[in-house]
């Protein structure tokens, strides 16, 4: 099946730092997604990318849907406590299903 | 407006037991998944119904799992017997019909964690 390869698999980071992690796979998506999981909780919707090439912001959150429609980024600039989380691409073929990265573990060392 | 709600938060039984979660998606979703996360597995998608059709169950682990949606409101998710290797967090997520999204912009709940003895 789809497999997405999501880097790095963790970070540790001080806080005020700019975050960079891309997702990678040998499909073409047609829409890429990133959610942010906390601890105990269920993945939170960030942002939605639905046009190769597009780059969208959101707050201090910035993502990219690659030219090849197989890779997408996510940036966080000037990181913070509360950024701490679990981040996961997720990427959207069509028939309604997701596939997720393996996740991203931020730490952040204030 | 409420999220994705499901209940209980927490359970914990002994194997061989019926195990019932269940999920109440986001007034005017239309399609709702039902997902479990492991440690070793990550995020796996179980099912997924659209309209309250059970649309996907590629994903149900073998016959011990079931899942119904009997309205736009609510679903279960089934487990008997229950084994101790079903033990993860199991999520429900719903999304919203078009032009809002076509599935992809899915909405979680705050998960069950499911721990079999």
């Known amino acids: 099946g789809q497999q997405l390869n999501q880097s790095p698999q963790s970070m540790f980071i001080q806080e005020g730092e700019d975050v960079s992690m891309n997702c990678t796979s040998s499909s073409i998506f047609n829409t890429w997604l990133w959610y942010k999981q906390d601890p105990g909780e269920g993945p939170v919707l960030l942002i939605a990318?639905?046009?190769?090439?597009e780059l969208t912001s959101n707050g201090r959150l910035t993502a990219q849907f690659g030219i090849t429609r197989k890779d997408s980024f996510l940036n966080i600039s000037a990181s913070i406590p509360s950024d701490v989380g679990i981040y996961f691409c997720a990427g959207h073929l069509g028939a309604q299903k997701l596939v997720f990265g393996q996740g991203t573990r931020l730490t952040i060392n204030p | 407006d409420a999220g994705v709600i499901q209940s209980p938060r927490h359970e914990v039984t002994e194997m061989g037991q019926e195990v019932t979660l269940r999920c109440k998606p986001i007034?005017?979703?239309?399609?709702l998944f039902w997902y479990r996360q492991t440690m070793m597995r990550g995020l796996e998608l179980l099912i997924y119904f659209n309209n309250n059709v059970p649309i996907d169950d590629s994903g149900m682990p073998e016959d011990r799992f079931s899942a119904k949606m009997p309205n736009a409101s609510f679903s279960t998710l089934k487990i008997q017997p229950s084994e101790p290797r079903d033990s993860a967090v199991y999520f429900c997520?719903?999304?919203?019909?078009?032009?809002?999204?076509?599935?992809?912009?899915?909405?979680f709940g705050p998960g069950t964690r499911l721990l079999v003895l």
């Open positions: 997520a719903s999304s919203p019909p078009p032009p809002h999204g076509q599935g992809e912009t899915q909405y």
């Open positions: 007034s005017g979703h239309n399609s």
């Open positions: 990318l639905y046009k190769a090439g």
